[in-house]
């Protein structure tokens, strides 16, 4: 079993930045691709980067150029700068992480107001 807590979410003005943490405990031994999503009420969630436990990261085009995945293996955290922040980026921000199955975390608030 694999526990997410996250944190860094919170009110910021469109322009601005935040940085969301999500660390892993438990099991840890084996966490493959860890991963941002976000949901807006009403909507499905989606995708929003991922990075491999080589390193390897992908975006979403929403948030291409302005969003940053990184990870710290020896800490089992993975984290999003998020920079250039838009109102469209409000939502709720989900890590998951792939240790054998997927696991979500709580989930932590993004209000980008204008």
């Known amino acids: 079993q694999v526990q997410l807590v996250e944190s860094g979410g919170g009110l910021v003005q469109a322009g601005g930045s935040l940085r969301l943490s999500c660390a892993a405990s438990?099991?840890?031994?084996?966490?493959?691709?860890m991963g941002w999503y976000r949901q807006t009420l009403g909507n499905q969630r989606e995708w929003v980067a991922s990075?491999?436990?080589?390193?390897?990261?992908l975006y979403a085009d929403s948030v291409k150029g302005r969003f940053t995945i990184s990870r710290d293996n020896a800490k089992n955290t993975v984290y999003l700068q998020m920079n250039s922040l838009k109102p469209e980026d409000t939502a709720v921000y989900y890590c998951?992480?792939?240790?054998?199955?997927?696991?979500w975390g709580q989930g932590t608030q993004v209000t980008v107001s204008s």
């Open positions: 998951k992480v792939f240790s054998r199955t997927a696991y």
């Open positions: 438990g099991t840890t031994f084996g966490i493959g691709t």
């Open positions: 990075i491999t436990s080589g390193g390897n990261t």
